[in-house]
């Protein structure tokens, strides 16, 4: 569908994405990020909505003296919304986005662990076709009995933005 | 993304070293070295001996010993060395691909075609390879060089166009050799021959002028101005081919240059009345410096550095290079320390004090504003450097149209946020250029009116009431009323029978498309100008004003806020939400009466205050908040004024007056119209700002009427 410049999706494997994830729950999945993106881990707190915004972004909030936007992952995934609960934190992420460096907060159910997976833990992830563009997930890592979706927020941010360029234009 | 393997190495070294931070973060200093953080740093090492890195050698010596550290508390610390440098190697690699190419386009975004792998260009003249090679060796040293020549550049300029109205001053001839020298000493230094021979060359003959032995003239002045110009786009060169793009040689310019210069010294300034001796430089180095982003010369020490004083205008002083993203910070930091120390102040659990606490949190308060108040001014820089453009602008114009003007400046020093010196430079240059043109009658029409025939233009800059104040005055044809309004009206931006007032009709030329130009000159182009000068100063939160005498001149006046960060503002309550509102867009607010609301079915709703009926618009339908108050005369009206229209927005109630600090809310919100980014309000929460000009348009769209 979209023209990345990245090449066209080749098995994970030749990518070597062993290492620390820090893995979240989000409705009945769960999920592992790369241990480097994540700048902090915070409880939920005040989000500012923004008008005029796709649905998935929930707002802005205040780290620090910085203003950084929120994305609501669940509504990202196009999940079911739900009511956030005490476990529901914030996720600060440090992406790039077209060369620059951005922070980001990502709202999820539940923190987890901080996973060390191997090479051999991870495969390939689900190609649902053509359809459905899944290149941010980068692998499925089998850990203990459970399945985790190995995420590389840095793609599935940039196609939003670049979807929010165009529509603003 | 990247084209060639090495292109992502940095980033993986980045990476790299992040990890094993990383590692470390979670051991104790008495633990053994994770081996994760073994095995990265082995990595690193590997990275950086063969990944063809230059200028690396500070952070090779830094890996070493953090290989070597046998325990996380010797590691820690070395790791922490090393991160340092390696940031110092990157930040000089940003900088050389900041100084960016030297093209003549203000697009910043043209250095990402460094995909060209033409090296065509540099068959002309193999030196250039050559004069690269130390300064490749050393990426900071070049950097500095770079910066420090074009800063010098920079000052030689200002000074040669001092020596036009007071030739033979011997002072000021000195203070035109000195950085001169200096640049050849540097250039030599690193084998940079280009430069080294064409500042020798001006150095040779600005010698024998300061020792009297050659009379330094107009001849001279322009030479020197065009080795100026030259010598900056050979410098910008340099730091395109640095970072990997190719750039022409400009050998046949440079000979050209020093064959003058040598020919001036040899046979002295011509007599006057004969023509003054310019070398044929070829257009592309003149149109280059006039139309060139000058900030391009600020840039450099903006990117690395930011107050840069002049040793020579401040004895005694020092100044030191900061990295801007690191002062911003500084200033988020600072900004937060006020949010939370006015939080605390005001926290009930403090009422009941004791007399000493109460003391200390007062100068707590203090120490804090002040602090705040001198981190704001950091971003703080005098107006100078944009006007020294606009004179070697202004010179070079007056040359070009046989129109002599007598520039007078006045308010240099006057400082203001260093982004909006950036971003005035080119409406300022574009009004300076409508003035020259448009405004100032040739010589014969003003000694006909009785004029003097050198005509006058004055930029002066002041502070008045937190503002910054630029007036453009020239004593020129003034403003034309019925010639603007009859071009108006063919051009159909106006109603003919509309009437307006002569401030509405001066008004009119910024209307985009605009031009009352009977043919398009060199000089200023095709009417696209003033529309854009307005749309830039707008962007900066400013405004400008016009006052016009037909026959006798033109004052333009604009007014800019004091500091881009820092935004007074009204905050309002809808719902649970906070929202601040500029001061200077609201013109009232009140509590309507029921009969003063109108709504007439399919019409939008509309108030009356006193005798204007305006549109209301509820800003919690604006924004979809559901628990805002419902009807009007139980809220509160705040009419909000937009290059003279006005709307009456609706809010549940108004909260009080607070100066915030703007943040932005990051590009992928900032398409959102009506909100113009985002402030930390007392509490810690975000309140959106909101755009009056923005919300206007949201409501009322863009009318042909205003």
């Not at chain 2, 540097?186 to 300061?210: K, W």
């Not at chain 2, 002066?460 to 603007?484: K, M, T």
Request: proline share 5%; hydrophobic share 45%.
């Amino acid at each position: 569908m979209s023209q990345n410049d990245n090449t066209t999706a080749t098995p994970a494997a030749t990518k070597n994405l062993a290492g620390k994830y820090l893995t979240f729950a989000l409705s009945r999945e769960e999920y592992g990020l790369p241990v480097l993106k994540v700048r902090e881990i915070i409880k939920m707190m005040d989000i500012t909505a923004v008008p005029q915004v796709p649905a998935a972004i929930r707002g802005v909030m205040n780290l620090r003296g910085k203003v950084i936007p929120v994305i609501d992952l669940r509504i990202r995934f196009g999940l079911p919304a739900q009511e956030d609960t005490d476990r529901s934190s914030i996720i600060v992420v440090d992406l790039l986005a077209g060369g620059d460096r951005v922070l980001m907060g990502v709202v999820v159910d539940a923190v987890r662990d901080v996973l060390n997976i191997t090479e051999q833990e991870i495969q390939d992830p689900p190609q649902f076709g053509t359809e459905v563009a899944t290149d941010f997930m980068t692998g499925l890592a089998k850990v203990k009995g459970t399945v985790k979706i190995l995420l590389d927020l840095d793609v599935l941010f940039r196609d939003d933005a670049a979807a929010m360029v165009e529509r603003a234009a | 993304m990247s084209h060639t393997p090495d292109a992502s190495l940095p980033q993986r070294i980045s990476d790299l070293l992040s990890r094993v931070a990383c590692e470390l973060v979670l051991t104790g200093p008495d633990d053994d070295v994770p081996s994760v953080a073994r095995t990265a740093l082995t990595e690193l090492d590997a990275l950086v001996r063969d990944g063809g890195l230059v200028g690396v050698d500070a952070v090779r010596v830094a890996l070493d010993q953090a290989l070597a550290s046998g325990s996380v508390r010797t590691l820690a610390p070395a790791v922490e060395a090393l991160s340092q440098r390696w940031e110092s190697w990157r930040l000089a690699e940003q900088l050389l691909a900041e100084l960016g190419p030297s093209s003549a386009s203000a697009d910043d975004d043209v250095p990402a075609a460094a995909t060209a792998t033409v090296v065509a260009a540099e068959a002309d003249d193999p030196d250039l390879e050559a004069e690269l090679v130390m300064l490749q060796a050393d990426p900071e040293l070049a950097g500095m060089f770079l910066a420090e020549a074009l800063d010098h550049l920079s000052s030689i300029e200002a000074v040669a166009l001092q020596l036009e109205t007071s030739p033979g001053d011997r002072h000021l001839l000195n203070e035109m050799f000195r950085p001169f020298h200096t640049v050849k000493g540097n250039a030599g230094a690193l084998a940079v021959t280009s430069v080294q021979e064409l500042a020798h060359a001006v150095e040779n003959l600005l010698d024998a002028a300061r020792s009297g032995q050659h009379d330094f003239g107009p001849s001279g002045i322009d030479l020197v101005l065009q080795s100026v110009d030259l010598l900056s786009a050979m410098l910008r060169d340099l730091g395109s081919r640095l970072a990997g793009q190719p750039t022409a040689s400009r050998r046949p310019e440079r000979e050209t240059l020093i064959v003058a210069l040598e020919r001036l010294l040899a046979h002295g300034e011509p007599a006057a009345g004969t023509a003054p001796v310019v070398a044929a430089v070829p257009t592309s180095v003149a149109v280059q410096a006039e139309t060139a982003p000058a900030p391009r010369a600020d840039r450099p020490a903006d990117a690395t550095g930011t107050p840069r004083q002049r040793a020579e205008d401040l004895p005694g002083q020092t100044s030191v290079k900061v990295d801007t993203r690191k002062l911003d910070n500084l200033v988020d930091m600072v900004g937060e320390l006020v949010i939370v120390q006015s939080i605390i102040h005001q926290d009930p659990a403090l009422r009941v004090l004791e007399e000493r606490l109460a003391r200390n949190l007062a100068q707590l308060r203090r120490i804090t504003t002040d602090l705040q108040r001198t981190a704001m001014s950091m971003r703080l820089v005098p107006i100078r450097q944009s006007f020294q453009k606009m004179a070697r602008l202004v010179r070079d114009l007056s040359r070009k149209s046989g129109k002599p003007v007598d520039l007078v400046l006045s308010g240099e020093e006057t400082e203001l946020d260093r982004r909006v010196v950036e971003d005035i430079n080119d409406p300022l240059m574009h009004m300076v250029r409508n003035s020259l043109d448009h405004g100032i009658e040739p010589v014969d029409v003003r000694i006909a009116r009785g004029k003097k025939p050198t005509a006058r233009l004055a930029l002066s800059a002041y502070h008045q009431g937190g503002h910054v104040v630029i007036d453009i005055v020239d004593d020129g044809n003034g403003l034309n009323a019925e010639r603007i309004l009859a071009k108006a009206v063919s051009q159909g931006l106006v109603d003919k029978h509309a009437t307006l007032t002569p401030n509405e009709i001066h008004h009119l030329i910024f209307k985009p498309g605009f031009s009352t130009a009977e043919k398009i000159t060199e000089i200023s182009g095709r009417g696209v100008g003033m529309d854009v000068v307005r749309r830039n100063i707008e962007a900066l939160r400013g405004r400008i004003e016009i006052e016009t005498t037909p026959g006798e001149g033109t004052k333009f006046t604009i007014r800019l806020p004091l500091t881009l960060a820092i935004l007074d503002g009204l905050i309002l309550g809808v719902g649970a939400q906070r929202f601040v509102l500029p001061t200077f867009a609201v013109c009232e607010s009140l509590r309507p009466l029921p009969e003063q609301v109108h709504e007439v079915q399919g019409q939008p709703r509309m108030v009356r205050v006193r005798d204007t009926l305006m549109p209301l618009v509820r800003l919690a339908d604006l924004f979809g908040i559901s628990d805002a108050v419902q009807d009007a005369s139980a809220g509160t009206l705040v009419v909000i004024e937009d290059a003279n229209r006005r709307v009456a927005l609706q809010v549940d109630q108004l909260l009080g007056k607070q100066e915030v600090v703007i943040k932005s809310l990051g590009a992928a919100l900032k398409k959102v119209q009506g909100v113009a980014g985002g402030a930390i309000l007392g509490d810690g929460r975000v309140g959106l700002i909101l755009d009056a000009h923005g919300l206007l348009e949201l409501k009322l769209g863009t009318s042909a009427a205003a």
